[in-house]
């Protein structure tokens, strides 16, 4: 398949829809990757049993998918699919292959092209709730499709529908299914966060307490004092939202700029959020029963991290620093545990006590104990061919995943597999 398409073109071949079918999806497992940073969104991979260190070349290659279209998307996988969006053409597409041999299954158009100087294309990663996947479009289109044969149930524009204002790059935050509810965040005067009905796309609240504009980070959902709560980071802000209702149960100052888009991380009742261009990280610890916030730091400048994220391993943070280095991070203090000058800026997972790290200019990939110990690096290998279609100011931007013993990374169109299981 060539990666221009035109804009009519609607999807794989009839084959693979009436085999899809007829099999079905398989049942999402407790090694799935259904969402954004997977289902606790804390990027921690369930598997086990992964090499502790690579061979000189990296890891084996087990396929390489050359279609998955233009733009920043991140991938989720559930019952042995592979979901991830692509630009094709002058059209946005949620697309789905075989997670274990990169094959297309699908294709469904999802909305106009998003153009940026940064790229073009979608950003964001689908969410997996059963038999359904939910996608938004880098200019805000979000549809709700079956996840056997892409058909779309139903679609909401954010902009036309709900009254958000398309941010400066684009729709980039993935939403979050709490129970019989989607929480997306279009932003705006009638609510920055809204709840739809995941079933049918009805609005069941929005959060008019908030009327901040959409940037680009996640939402999260934590519990405390035995009630749920979700946590989201806007620009000036973050808090916490009741998800039965979306009134604001709580609220931290934040003094982003530009650009704030690392999801927030949550531990044993203290919230997490940082974000680059110069703005560092802040923390907050919310009362027994939830209801309160108490600010534990604010203006550190630690962790500046822009888009490459944050993990929590055992109390310490691990991520790449604006102008600075790779880091450690104590969190419950805010403090400087070490810092590594030696691999570029990017994206970080954690899987079986190891990071995996990815370099977004070079392609290089590392991977790295997760230890306050300090940098101490198992393997190395790049990635190999790198998109030549990638926007000259775009990086690989896309975060790795490891579930069920592979690798995933990407460049633009350039979908890459690897085997990471040990005992071969």
Not at 104 to 118: D, F, I, L, Q, R
Not at 234 to 240: D, H, I, L, Q, T
Not at 307 to 322: N, P
Not at 380 to 405: A, D, E, K, M, Y
């Amino acid at each position: 398949m060539s990666l221009f398409r035109s804009s009519n073109w609607v999807g794989a071949s009839s084959v693979f829809a009436v085999l899809a079918l007829a099999g079905g999806l398989a049942k999402a497992s407790a090694s799935d990757w259904p969402e954004w940073r997977g289902p606790n969104r804390d990027d921690h991979s369930p598997d086990k049993g992964l090499l502790k260190e690579w061979p000189a070349d990296g890891p084996k290659q087990r396929w390489l998918y050359k279609d998955a279209g233009l733009g920043y998307a991140g991938y989720s996988i559930a019952g042995g699919t592979l979901f991830t969006m692509g630009l094709r053409g002058d059209r946005e597409f949620l697309i789905a292959l075989d997670a274990d041999k990169g094959v297309e299954k699908w294709a469904t158009p999802v909305g106009e092209k998003y153009e940026n100087g940064w790229g073009d294309g979608p950003r964001m990663t689908p969410t997996v709730d059963g038999n359904r996947v939910y996608a938004v479009g880098g200019r805000g289109t979000v549809i709700c499709a079956n996840t056997t044969d892409g058909s779309v149930t139903w679609s909401k524009s954010f902009v036309k529908d709900l009254g958000g204002n398309l941010p400066g790059w684009g729709y980039t935050a993935s939403p979050l299914v709490v129970g019989n509810k989607l929480l997306c965040t279009p932003g705006g005067e009638q609510g920055a966060v809204a709840a739809l009905d995941k079933l049918t796309g009805a609005v069941v609240w929005r959060s008019t307490e908030l009327k901040d504009v959409a940037h680009y980070s996640s939402p999260i959902l934590i519990e405390r004092g035995g009630k749920k709560q979700v946590v989201q980071l806007f620009e000036k802000r973050y808090c916490g939202l009741d998800p039965a209702t979306g009134a604001v149960i709580w609220k931290m100052d934040f003094p982003g700029q530009t650009a704030v888009i690392p999801t927030p991380i949550y531990s044993d009742g203290q919230i997490y959020v940082t974000a680059g261009y110069g703005v560092g990280c802040a923390s907050a610890k919310l009362s027994e029963d939830g209801t309160q916030a108490t600010q534990v730091y604010a203006g550190n400048k630690v962790m500046k991290n822009h888009h490459g994220g944050v993990v929590l391993v055992d109390g310490y943070l691990y991520g790449h620093s604006d102008g600075y280095a790779w880091v450690c991070q104590n969190m419950a203090t805010g403090a400087e545990v070490w810092g590594h000058r030696g691999f570029g800026k990017g994206a970080v997972h954690f899987a079986d006590g190891m990071l995996y790290c990815l370099d977004e200019r070079s392609g290089a990939v590392a991977l790295v104990e997760a230890s306050p110990k300090g940098w101490n690096e198992k393997g190395r290998f790049t990635l190999s061919p790198l998109s030549t279609h990638r926007n000259p100011q775009g990086g690989i931007w896309p975060h790795p995943v490891v579930v069920n013993g592979n690798l995933y990374l990407r460049d633009q169109e350039n979908l890459f597999c690897f085997d990471v299981k040990a005992g071969k």
